[in-house]
Structure formats: structure tokens, C-alpha cells
């Protein structure tokens, strides 16, 4: 009798049942445009999200998941679809199941409402997009530098080019262009979980690592010569 005891008690404690409360938490999907890889936006949208709820008194009830649609938008796009949204719906944009909140303004004010079942007013604008621009099709012997303000890596970066005053170097906005951006992580197969910046691209290469970036630089003039005393 005991042993059988035991069989229960072993079972209640290790059984789906046990774990019954963790698979209560909701997923909650953030969906943002970023093309900064040092902001880290997801993880700290992550963070503040967390404490809100734990203030809330909602501490466990939801787990947020985050997807950048700079460095891919088919997961968006297909949550776009899904939800019969436009895409020009605004970013960041929260879902939960068939629910969604869109609009930092109603993501900052509305958040834990929303998360309660509220349905609040939509906000729609485009994604950032200008097309291919920025100054014309890239010239043979051209470097070119991809960045986003506010960038900490693109600051580290861009110390990094200062080093080399002679290069023909164009500098691209990827959040004002995220076409020609993309563009470029195509010609140079850039894996899609790298497609962020800072970015410099010349020839076939390119360096993405402020920290290597002018060794890697100096690495290249001298076995190339592309792009010193080009402009």
C-alpha cells in the first residue's frame, strides 16, 4: 500500500498537471522595426514588459516573444495576413492569439488594458520604407557604410572609418532605406539573422564587428586596393 502510495504521489508530481500553471502563460508576439543590433529593442521592450505586468499583478499570465521586421518581415507579414490587417498597419504591433495592438502611443498607454481584454482604437501608418534611393545606384570601387541613428555599434563603427579619411565611402540610412538595405544583404548573401547594422560592404566583402572592422579595412586596401584615394 505504501509503495502505491508513492507511485501516486510521484505521478501528481511529475505529470502534465504538475507543470499546469507555466502552460497557462499567453504568448504575446512583439513585432518591431529596428535596424539597430546594439539597441536590442526586443530585449528591453522584453524587460519593461515583464515589470509592467509583475505591477500589475499579472506576474505569469503572459510570455512575450519578439521579432524584428527589419532583418525579415515574413513572419509579420504573415501575422498581417492572418489578422486580415493592411500593411501599412503601425509598428511595433502587439498579437495575442486574434487580438492586436498597434502604435507605440497605444502600445505605452493601453498596454495592460489591452492585455485584460480591452479593445483599444487602432493606429495605422506605413512601415518605414523610401525604396532604393540614397544617392543612386552603388559605383565600382565604393564603399558603402549602413547605419541608423542612435546606433551605439554604428558610432564604434563610424570611429572605425575615420581611421581611413581617403576611402570613397557612401554612407546609407538603413531605417530611411530598408529597400537598398536589403538589396545589399541580398548581393552579399548576409545570413537574415545578421541583416542589421552597422554594416560596411566593399567588393564581395564586408565587415559587420566595429571591433575588427579597421583591421579588417586595412586587411583589404592593401591586398585590393579598392576605394583609397578613389573620391
Not at 107 to 134: C, F, K, N
Not at 152 to 167: G, T, V
Amino acid at each position: 500500500m505504501r509503495r502505491l502510495l508513492m507511485l501516486i504521489l510521484c505521478f501528481a508530481l511529475f505529470s502534465p498537471c504538475a507543470a499546469r500553471t507555466e502552460d497557462k502563460a499567453v504568448d504575446v508576439t512583439y513585432f518591431y522595426f529596428n535596424p539597430c543590433a546594439s539597441c536590442n529593442e526586443g530585449q528591453v521592450f522584453a524587460s519593461a514588459f515583464y515589470e509592467r505586468v509583475k505591477a500589475a499583478g499579472l506576474s505569469g499570465q503572459f510570455r512575450i516573444l519578439t521579432s524584428n521586421a527589419y532583418s525579415g518581415r515574413d513572419a509579420l507579414d504573415a501575422e498581417l495576413a492572418r489578422l486580415g490587417l493592411e500593411k501599412s498597419t503601425q509598428l511595433p504591433l502587439l498579437v495575442m492569439g486574434d487580438r492586436h495592438l498597434s502604435g507605440q502611443t497605444a502600445v505605452d498607454e493601453r498596454l495592460l488594458d489591452w492585455l485584460q481584454g480591452a479593445d483599444p482604437i487602432e493606429e495605422t501608418a506605413p512601415v518605414p520604407s523610401t525604396g532604393p534611393g540614397a544617392d543612386g545606384p552603388i559605383k565600382s570601387g565604393e564603399w558603402v557604410y549602413l547605419y541608423a541613428p542612435g546606433c551605439r555599434s554604428c558610432a564604434q563603427m563610424k570611429a572605425a572609418l575615420q581611421e581611413f579619411p581617403d576611402l570613397n565611402l557612401r554612407e546609407i540610412n538603413a531605417y530611411d532605406h530598408p529597400e537598398q538595405a536589403a538589396a545589399l544583404y541580398d548581393q552579399y548573401a548576409v545570413p537574415e539573422a545578421e541583416r542589421l547594422v552597422p554594416m560596411v560592404f566593399l567588393g564581395d566583402q564586408y565587415v559587420s564587428d566595429p571591433e575588427v572592422a579597421a583591421t579588417q579595412i586595412s586587411a583589404w586596401l592593401t591586398t585590393s586596393g579598392y576605394g583609397a584615394g578613389m573620391g
